[in-house]
């Protein structure tokens, strides 16, 4: 394939293709330059970054940022809390949609088109935030972990991602295991669920990555500093332009502090994202695969 | 169990009694697999629906929703006729009309030209680093955004000027659709790389043994492997244009930029849950909820026209 390609590139083919790949290599080079200048930045000295900006002397490198930014507890909190709240989100959505997608993906499912139509719906309209706000406040949900695990836990469009996934499952399977007098609750966890395992990670995966990310909800219904997510605390430090006391309380002048201040910032911004970014090539092909589910459609 | 179903189904409709039949025999079907699901709906999403009647009320908490007192549509003819709204409300269209336009062909383009790479180690290489952006919260990428255009900030050292981009509502709708183009176009481009990959290879030798040059191959080979998927995109995204998320803008707004970030979602939240305005943020947030219900509708008529009557 590759002998032929080159055989038959004429030079009028051969300019756009220099064009093309010039084209992918400036957007190519626009992803790769912020993200290694932040991570220069962060190890670099706040006084050297200020006047002279990135510097390859390695003696203008320091690791103060890193150190300030891990000695501090809310860092470490926020961390805390997300894994905790991203593992207890993925474990609670994904059971149970895929637990609602096997009902919904029989054909002779009694109620299946009524049901789909109360879910489908939800993914039109919706109360809005200020009813669902009322609502949650009414529940005492506020200040509790299950304001942001319940609300969301059930995504109409996995359970579709789950259902498309089981029809592609044979029949056969559920028949066999009737004979052997298995019900519906054991061939799930015995057979379904073992068979499963590629659109498990997919949802799996979308779920954590979803609630490490997000904010709002967190935001609105915790209050309490011991309960807030890195992304709150991250924001307080990124957006609203607070460190955390803490972190620089040991510098006396202001304009020192300014300086240590804005370093940090690059040096949270490295530790906060680092763990996704080190872990999600491991799991591309299971996110490629995820695509391929979400295009047969449901 | 399931042999026997089938048996009824395929052939004849179900009477009633087979329907209560199949219900009793599967009961673990409803009460195990699908209740909790249901009990969540119900709670977390159709409780809400009717918590719009908010809308139509002055509402306080002791007389609660059902005994607080109606005021018809008073908070509709005050947001209606308020320039402040109209003014959201275009600051709302305009950034995700234009954030589709920018946004929307990029990932076709970088789908087309990934295509083109031969080594698939290069291009692996590639993907990996353009999917990463994806996996960078909001709050960070805000945050990058801030830092590099602060006034002393690497951009603005580059240029030898000192502007304080993030005060601009000039520069508003630019940071964010250049932003999310940065962070989200090569995640987008997967789908596109995908529904190549699958496209019959035969076709594209073909195509090459006849001569075809690479805007011939590209025209009657590459595109058409794509089209549908380009199309429901499209539309999927056009009928998603008034429910533009509100973290995002929310992360990059500044008192100054108001003029142009402040969007529907933001003005929400700012006059119920800051202002305690319950009755007119809920109106506000229930018209906005409704024009995205009949854009939905409409985009979905037209998928059904566009895919011989099947709908999403």
């Not at chain 1, 990135?54 to 501090?72: M, Q």
């Not at chain 2, 142009?260 to 979602?265: D, G, K, N, P």
Request: with cysteine; net charge positive.
């Amino acid at each position: 394939m590759e002998t032929r390609r080159k055989m038959k590139l004429g030079t009028s083919d051969k300019v756009i293709l220099g064009i093309g790949y010039t084209v992918l290599g400036i957007f190519v080079l626009s992803i790769l330059i912020p993200l290694v200048y932040i991570l220069m930045a962060s190890f670099m000295d706040p006084n050297v970054l200020n006047s002279r900006g990135i510097s390859l002397n390695f003696k203008d490198w320091t690791l103060d940022a890193y150190r300030r930014v891990l000695e501090n507890d809310m860092i470490w909190r926020g961390f805390f809390n997300s894994f905790f709240y991203s593992a207890a989100f993925t474990v609670i959505s994904v059971f149970i949609t895929l637990l609602a997608a096997y009902p919904m993906s029989k054909k002779e499912f009694v109620g299946r088109k009524f049901f789909n139509t109360i879910f489908l719906i939800t993914m039109f309209f919706g109360g809005g935030m200020i009813p669902t706000f009322i609502l949650i406040n009414q529940l005492h949900m506020v200040n509790t972990i299950w304001a942001i695990l319940l609300p969301g836990a059930f995504n109409v469009w996995n359970m579709i991602l789950a259902r498309t996934y089981y029809q592609s499952i044979p029949k056969e399977l559920r028949e066999a295991s009737s004979i052997d007098g298995a019900n519906e609750i054991q061939h799930f966890f015995k057979v379904m669920l073992p068979v499963c395992k590629p659109i498990i990670a997919v949802l799996a995966l979308w779920s954590f990555v979803g609630m490490w990310n997000s904010y709002f909800d967190a935001m609105i219904y915790l209050n309490d500093a011991e309960l807030q997510p890195l992304q709150l605390v991250l924001r307080s430090i990124l957006v609203q332009n607070t460190p955390q006391p803490g972190m620089i309380a040991d510098i006396q002048s202001t304009a020192e502090m300014a300086k240590v201040a804005e370093l940090l910032k690059y040096a949270t911004i490295v530790v906060s994202s680092l763990p996704l970014l080190i872990m999600y090539p491991f799991f591309q092909k299971y996110f490629d695969k995820g695509i391929m589910v979400g295009s047969v459609k449901g | 169990m399931n042999i026997l179903a089938k048996k009824k189904t395929s052939p004849v409709k179900r009477t009633a009694k087979d329907k209560l039949m199949y219900v009793k025999k599967n009961w673990q079907l409803y009460l195990f697999f699908l209740m909790p699901a249901l009990l969540l709906t119900i709670i977390f999403k159709y409780l809400p629906m009717g918590g719009v009647l908010i809308a139509f009320e002055d509402y306080n908490v002791i007389d609660g929703i059902l005994g607080s007192e109606w005021v018809g549509l008073e908070y509709f003819k005050r947001f209606l006729s308020s320039p402040d709204f109209m003014e959201y409300l275009m600051n709302t269209l305009k950034l995700s009309a234009f954030g589709l336009l920018w946004g929307f062909p990029i990932p076709i383009i970088l789908a087309l030209l990934l295509n083109r790479i031969r080594r698939e180690g290069i291009r692996k290489k590639i993907q990996l680093l353009i999917y990463a952006p994806n996996f960078i919260s909001v709050i960070v990428l805000c945050g990058m955004v801030r830092m590099f255009l602060s006034p002393v900030g690497p951009i603005n050292s580059l240029l030898g000027i000192d502007t304080n981009w993030m005060t601009m509502p000039s520069a508003f709708r630019t940071i964010y659709i250049a932003s999310g183009i940065w962070q989200t176009a090569g995640w987008s481009s997967i789908m596109y790389t995908a529904a190549l990959a699958n496209a019959s290879k035969d076709l594209e030798e073909a195509a090459i043994v006849d001569g075809a040059n690479i805007f011939q191959q590209i025209r009657y080979v590459e595109l058409p492997a794509i089209k549908n998927i380009i199309v429901i995109q499209f539309i999927l995204q056009a009928g998603n244009i008034m429910s533009i998320g509100f973290e995002k803008a929310f992360a990059l707004q500044t008192d100054m930029n108001l003029p142009a970030s402040e969007i529907l979602s933001t003005y929400v939240y700012r006059m119920g849950l800051l202002n305690g305005d319950y009755g007119y943020s809920t109106a506000v947030g229930l018209f906005n909820a409704i024009i995205n219900v009949i854009l939905l509708i409409a985009v979905n008529w037209v998928v059904k026209k566009l895919n011989d009557g099947e709908g999403l």
